[in-house]
């Protein structure tokens, strides 16, 4: 199958500062990615869906100046949470999807914000 | 997209087969239906999917009656490293572009030694 991958694994910052995650689909190119949240216990809540080269398009009740999506290249998206607060703290997932309609996952980055 | 309905748990021998019911009752003739997994603290792993016929590939079988309304995923030797929260899925295909996947609840299987 598909290889998606996110950098970094896992990340603690203090409050008010921003992470950075990296999605990357690794063998194939990834027309639309889309960024994942889950909770403990909880399933994956979508946040966005990002096209390559368009602006992300946000699921109601997430904060586009919050969480910045960029989708530059075909293998590549980012997430950003800006100014994070310790109840951004949850498990980042994103998945990428190519011509195929199968979407592949990352295997999820854990943000603890104190 | 469609709504499906699974158990919430569900206990597994190692070494048998396990079974993965899920009901689609209000499914469309455009949707597909797709398996995913999530082991714990790890992302989703796409399993198999299909539209009406019966899918098989190295991981599992999928098997969707006749009416379409329920399914079942075959894990046909089960061992513990399939232990995991199984998600079934619908959703609209052959658009040619990718949509949202909503997860719901899943079923929990546990695989027994």
């Known amino acids: 199958g598909a290889v998606v991958s996110q950098h970094p694994s896992w990340v603690i910052c203090k409050s008010g500062t921003s992470v950075k995650i990296e999605c990357r689909s690794l063998?194939?190119?990834?027309?639309?990615m889309f960024w994942y949240r889950q909770f403990p216990k909880k399933s994956l809540m979508l946040m966005a869906t990002s096209n390559e080269g368009s602006k992300a398009t946000y699921e109601q009740g997430v904060e586009k100046d919050k969480f910045l999506i960029n989708h530059a290249s075909l293998t590549l998206s980012t997430l950003t949470v800006t100014s994070a607060h310790p109840e951004d703290s949850s498990f980042y997932i994103c998945s990428a999807s190519g011509n195929e309609e199968t979407q592949y996952f990352g295997p999820g980055t854990r943000l603890l914000v104190l | 997209d469609a709504k499906t309905t699974q158990p919430t748990s569900m206990d597994c021998a190692e070494g048998r087969a396990a079974n993965l019911p899920c009901n689609h009752s209000?499914?469309?003739?455009?949707?597909?239906v797709y398996w995913y997994r999530q082991i714990h603290s790890q992302g989703p792993q796409y399993i198999i999917h299909?539209?009406?016929n019966n899918e098989t590939n190295e991981m599992a079988s999928l098997i969707i009656t006749e009416d379409r309304k329920s399914s079942t995923l075959i894990l046909p030797h089960a061992t513990l490293r399939d232990t995991a929260v199984y998600y079934c899925i619908v959703r609209v295909g052959g658009s040619g572009s990718a949509r949202q996947l909503t997860f719901g609840s899943g079923t929990q299987l546990t695989v027994l030694p």
């Open positions: 209000t499914i469309s003739g455009n949707e597909y």
């Open positions: 299909g539209l009406k």
């Open positions: 063998d194939f190119q990834a027309t639309t």
